[in-house]
C-alpha cells in the first residue's frame, strides 16, 4: 500500500526528519497528517524496550537465543514464540521488534553466533519466516537483520567483506530471501560492512536490485544504529529509515544531495512513503500478557530444543533415586542468554540446582566459577570427593559472559580449562559423568570419547533449569538436532585461514562450502554433525516413495516417507531430507555432496508410525550460476535422502531431472575469466597471465580445444605445451584475446 497523497502534503523538512528517525528509538512523527511515531526495542529473544533518556530496560520474559531454538527444527514452535513476544510488544507499546537475526554461522569464531540460527541457508529461513509470522500476526513489526554478510564482530563497522556471487545468493542471501518471500518482514535491518568494496547502507544491487525488484520485498530498509556512511547515497540506493535519529549532519547531506542534484526528491519521496507504510502497518491493540505462562513457554521451547550428543549405556534419563552430585557454579548462576543488544532483564530465572534436588537425590559442589577461568585446586578436589560419594556426577559446565558476546569474536572454541580439568579427574577416576553445557556457539570436548553423557543446553532461557532437570530425569523426551557441525578442532573450520581478516577485508575463499558442506566434501571426520541429536527412544525410516522417476525442471515432486517409533517411550523425531547431485560433475560447477531441502518433526507413541510428506520445487535442485544469474538445475540424476542427520542418510531414491535452461559457453569481458586474464597489478591482458582448468567451462570451444589450455601456464606456453597443432593453437590465442576484449 502507498501513500502519494500524504507524500505530496509534506514539506520538505518532514520528509528528511522522516528518514533519520527520531531519537534512539523511534520514528518521527507528523501529527498533522496522522503520522504517528512507533517505537522499536532490541530483540529477538526477548523486549529490551529502554524509554528515551533511561539506561535500564523494562522487565521482559527472556527466551532461549536462536543458537538453540534453531535445533527444535519446528516452524510451529517458532511461531507460537513470535506471537507470545508480539503480545508483549502491544502490552508495553512497543511498535516493533529487531529481529530475528540470521547470519550465518561461517566461523565458531563469530561473537555474535548465539543470537544467529544455523549455518545452513534452508534452515535459517524457514525457522525466521515462522518467528516473522508469528510476531507480524499480532500487528508488531519485525526487522530481519543484518543484511548482509555481517558474520564477525571484529572491525564489523567497517570491514569489507570479498565474496563471490554465487557463494552470496546460495549460502548469505538465502536465508533473507526465504523469510521474505513466505513472510514479508516489517522491515530489514542493513549491516555496517562493506561488501565487495560497497557499504551494506549504499548498495543498490542489495537494497533495491536484489531485495525489491527480485524478491517483492514490500517493506522499508532501515540501518543497524549508526550503520550509514552517506545518507543521500544510501536513500538513492533504497535506504529508507536511519537509526537511531537527530543525525544533523546525514540531513545536511541530503539537502545538499538535493540540490546538486545526485539525490531527485522522486527517490526520497519513495523512502518517505516506505516510512508512512511501515507506520500504517503497525496495528496497536490492547493487550496483556501473563509473565508466568510466557516464562512457562520458554522453558516448553528449550526443552523442545535441548540436544542429547550422547548416552553411553543409557545412563540418562536418571532415577529418582540414584545418587546424584551436581558440579559447577552454572548450577546456581546459570548462563541462560548472550551479551550486548539481546540482553533481556529477565522476569525470573529457573535455578538449575533447585530443579535437580526436587526431582532426586542430589548433592552439590562449585567446583569451578561460572564467570571465568580462575580456580581452586581445593574447589577441584572437594567436587571430586563429592562425587566420589555419588553414583553419577552432573558436570555444569559452559562458556563465560566473558567468552562471547556482541562487539568481539572469540579467539579459540575451548571451554575453560578448570571444566576440562575436573571432566579428566572424573572419567579418569571412572566416575559416570555426565556433561551438560551451556555456551552460545561450538565448543571443543577433549574429553567427549571418556564422558559417559553429553548434553547441549546452549542459552535456554529463563526456563532453562527446569527444562534440563526434566530432560535429565526423563520427563522429557530430549529431540532437539543441532544447526550447526562441532569440529573436532578450530582448524578444521573452512573459515579458518581468512578469519577475521587483514583488518580492512576479509576474504570469504571458502565460497559456498560453509559448515557440513564443506566437511563432507572434504570427507573429514567432525565431533557432532548438522543435524545430529539423540532420543530417549528410538526411530526407523522406510518405504520412500517419489511420484515421478523423470522429470523437467520446472516440474514439482512430491516425496512422503513412513516414519516408525521402535522404542518403548513416547518421542519426537527430525525427519530431514537432502539432495545430492549424483551426476558427473567435470566441466561444471561442482555441487556440495548434499544439502538440506526440507525438515518436519514428528511426534509418535511407541509402535505408532506417520507418513512425512514433502514438496520439492526448482529451486531444490538449482545452483546459482553466474553467467546468467539465475538459478539453474543441471540435466543430471538427483538423489533425495532421508536421515537422521547430515551424516546419517536412511533411505534414498533418486529422479532424473532435464533442464529446460543451460548456460551459454561464452567468455565476456566482465566475466570471472576475463578478470583471470588480467594482470592483477595492471588489469591489463597479458600473454603472461595463467589460463586457468576452471574456466574452461564458460569456453565457446571444442573439447578438443579446451585440452590446450594447460592448467598453471601461461597463455604464451601455450605454444610449447600444448597438444594441438600449432595452427590451432594460434587461433585458441587469438579467440581468447578477441573474446577477452583485447585488440591489439
Not at 549532519?249 to 540540490?259: D, H, M
Not at 550428543?309 to 548450577?331: R, Y
Not at 567436587?383 to 562487539?407: H, N, Q, R, T
Not at 565448543?443 to 543446553?457: K, L, N, S
Request: charged share 25%; with cysteine.
Amino acid at each position: 500500500m502507498n501513500y502519494p497523497e500524504i507524500v505530496e502534503q509534506l514539506t520538505l523538512e518532514e520528509k528528511i526528519r522522516l528518514v533519520t528517525g527520531y531519537g534512539s528509538w523511534h520514528t518521527y512523527p507528523v501529527e498533522r497528517l496522522g503520522i504517528e511515531s512507533i517505537m522499536m526495542t532490541d530483540g529477538p529473544i526477548g523486549l529490551r524496550k529502554v524509554d528515551e533518556g533511561e539506561t535500564a530496560s523494562h522487565v521482559s520474559v527472556c527466551f532461549p537465543s536462536g543458537c538453540l531454538t534453531a535445533c527444535s527444527f519446528d516452524r510451529d514452535l517458532l511461531e507460537k514464540m513470535g506471537e507470545t513476544l508480539g503480545e508483549e510488544c502491544q502490552a508495553y507499546e512497543v511498535g516493533m521488534i529487531l529481529g530475528p537475526a540470521i547470519n550465518i554461522k561461517r566461523s565458531p569464531l563469530c561473537g555474535r553466533n548465539f543470537e544467529y540460527y544455523s549455518e545452513d541457508p534452508y534452515l535459517t529461513g524457514e525457522v525466521a519466516a515462522a518467528y516473522i509470522k508469528g510476531v507480524q500476526s499480532k500487528g508488531v513489526g519485525t526487522s530481519l537483520k543484518h543484511y548482509a554478510m555481517n558474520n564477525q564482530e571484529y572491525r564489523r563497522m567497517s570491514y569489507d567483506a570479498i565474496v563471490d556471487e554465487r557463494a552470496m545468493r546460495e549460502i548469505y542471501l538465502a536465508g533473507y530471501e526465504t523469510a521474505v518471500k513466505k513472510s514479508q518482514p516489517t522491515t530489514l535491518m542493513c549491516s555496517y560492512n562493506l561488501i565487495n568494496g560497497e557499504h551494506a547502507s549504499e548498495s543498490k544491487k542489495l537494497l533495491t536490485d536484489i531485495l525489491r525488484d527480485e524478491w517483492g520485498f514490500q517493506g522499508a530498509v532501515i540501518s543497524d544504529w549508526g550503520a550509514v556512511h552517506y545518507r543521500d547515497k544510501g536513500l538513492a540506493a533504497g535506504l529508507d529509515l536511519e537509526m537511531p535519529g537527530n543525525n544533523w549532519a546525514n540531513q545536511g547531506f541530503i539537502r545538499t544531495a538535493l540540490a546538486d542534484g545526485t539525490l531527485t526528491i522522486k527517490e526520497l519521496d519513495t523512502c518517505v512513503d516506505r516510512i508512512i507504510t511501515l507506520v500504517k502497518r503497525i496495528v496497536k491493540h490492547p493487550a496483556k500478557f501473563d509473565f508466568e505462562k510466557d516464562h512457562d513457554l520458554t522453558r516448553r521451547i528449550a526443552e523442545e530444543s535441548i540436544v542429547l550428543l550422547k548416552n553411553k549405556n543409557n545412563i540418562l534419563p536418571l532415577a529418582p533415586e540414584t545418587k546424584v552430585a551436581v558440579l559447577g557454579e552454572f548450577a546456581v548462576k546459570p548462563r541462560i542468554q548472550g551479551g550486548g543488544s539481546a540482553f533481556i532483564n529477565c522476569y525470573g530465572v529457573d535455578i538449575t540446582l533447585d530443579q535437580l534436588k526436587g526431582r532426586g537425590n542430589v548433592t552439590y559442589s562449585k567446583a569451578f566459577p561460572s564467570d571465568g577461568d580462575t580456580w581452586e585446586e581445593a574447589e577441584l578436589e572437594a567436587a571430586v570427593a563429592c562425587a566420589k560419594e555419588a553414583e553419577v556426577a552432573v558436570v555444569m559446565a559452559g562458556l563465560p559472559d566473558v567468552y562471547e558476546s556482541e562487539g568481539f569474536d572469540r579467539t579459540h572454541i575451548h571451554l575453560p580449562e578448570a571444566q576440562n580439568l575436573l571432566i579428566r579427574k572424573l572419567t579418569d577416576l571412572g566416575i559416570p559423568t555426565v556433561v551438560v553445557l551451556q555456551n552460545g556457539a561450538v565448543v571443543d570436548m577433549p574429553w567427549a570419547d571418556a564422558a559417559d553423557a553429553i548434553v547441549e543446553a546452549y542459552l535456554a532461557g529463563e526456563g532453562s533449569g527446569t527444562a534440563i532437570a526434566r530432560i535429565l530425569y526423563g520427563e522429557v523426551n530430549p529431540s532437539g538436532k543441532l544447526a550447526e557441525t562441532f569440529p573436532l578442532q578450530l582448524e578444521d573450520n573452512p573459515s579458518y585461514l581468512n578469519f577475521p581478516g587483514d583488518g580492512y577485508s576479509v576474504r570469504y575463499a571458502e565460497s559456498i562450502y560453509v559448515g557440513y558442506r564443506y566437511y563432507q566434501k572434504k570427507r573429514m571426520n567432525v565431533l557432532f554433525p548438522f543435524g545430529y541429536g539423540l532420543s530417549y527412544t528410538t526411530f526407523s525410516y522406510s518405504n520412500l516413495r517419489l511420484d515421478r522417476s523423470e522429470m523437467l525442471d520446472t516440474d514439482e515432486l512430491n516425496v512422503t516417507v513412513d516414519v516408525t517409533n521402535t522404542g518403548n517411550r513416547f518421542g519426537k523425531e527430525i525427519v530431514q531430507l537432502y539432495v545430492s547431485d549424483k551426476g558427473d560433475q567435470t566441466g561444471r560447477p561442482q555441487r556440495p555432496v548434499r544439502e538440506l531441502k526440507e525438515f518436519a518433526k514428528v511426534a509418535l507413541e511407541p509402535g505408532e508410525t506417520k507418513t512425512v510428506s514433502f514438496r520439492l520445487s526448482k529451486r531444490s535442485f538449482a545452483y546459482y550460476e553466474e553467467q546468467v544469474k539465475d538459478w539453474l538445475v543441471p540435466t543430471s540424476e538427483y538423489a533425495i535422502e532421508i536421515g537422521a542427520s547430515s551424516k546419517d542418510i536412511r533411505l534414498s531414491e533418486t529422479v532424473k531431472i532435464t533442464a529446460t535452461k543451460t548456460v551459454p559457453l561464452k567468455i565476456r569481458p566482465d566475466t570471472v575469466f576475463g578478470e583471470l586474464l588480467r594482470d592483477p597489478r595492471t588489469k591489463q591482458y597479458t600473454l603472461d597471465n595463467l589460463i586457468k582448468q576452471e574456466a574452461s567451462g564458460i569456453l565457446s570451444f571444442s573439447p578438443e580445444a579446451i585440452a590446450a589450455l594447460m592448467d598453471h601456464n601461461p597463455i604464451r606456453g601455450l605454444r610449447n605445451f600444448s597438444n594441438q597443432p600449432p595452427q590451432r593453437v594460434d587461433e585458441i590465442m587469438v579467440e581468447l584475446k578477441k573474446l577477452a576484449g583485447d585488440t591489439d
